[in-house]
């Protein structure tokens, strides 16, 4: 089991940036992030297949978010930040760090993941 502690959630504008972190206990063969809006099913955001070579790992990206956000891994602090930019209201949900057992693909669904974090509030105002 690893540990997921997410931070850096907030309240701004449509078009600003804003930057999550998660925190975790160890690196997992799949992480990422997933956010659940009100009355909506929880969705995966961006996600990252951290079992490749030289720590030179593939990310993944939902089509609503590809080109704003941009997801990073830090090996070495174990930190994994989703980087928000061009914010819109649709964007408004929470945010989940979420980890897998096992390797992933450019698809990445609820079931496969073992371990989730509490979650960050991400709010945008149009």
């Known amino acids: 089991q690893v540990h997921l502690v997410e931070s850096g959630g907030g309240s701004v504008e449509a078009g600003r940036s804003l930057r999550v972190s998660c925190a975790a206990s160890?690196?997992?063969?799949?992480m990422g992030w997933f956010r659940q809006a009100p009355g909506m099913e929880r969705e995966v955001v961006a996600h990252?297949?951290?079992?490749?070579?030289?720590?030179?790992?593939?990310?993944y990206y939902a089509a609503s978010v590809k080109g704003r956000f941009s997801i990073s891994l830090d090996y070495d602090q174990n930190t994994l930040d989703l980087q928000m930019n061009n914010l819109r209201h649709d964007d408004t949900a929470k945010y989940y760090c979420?980890?897998?057992?096992?390797?992933?693909?450019?698809?990445?669904?609820?079931?496969?993941?073992?371990?989730w974090g509490q979650g960050t509030q991400v709010t945008v105002s149009s």
């Open positions: 160890g690196i997992r063969p799949c």
């Open positions: 990252i297949n951290t079992m490749t070579d030289s720590r030179r790992y593939v990310a």
């Open positions: 979420a980890a897998s057992q096992s390797a992933c693909d450019r698809h990445l669904r609820e079931w496969q993941i073992a371990d």
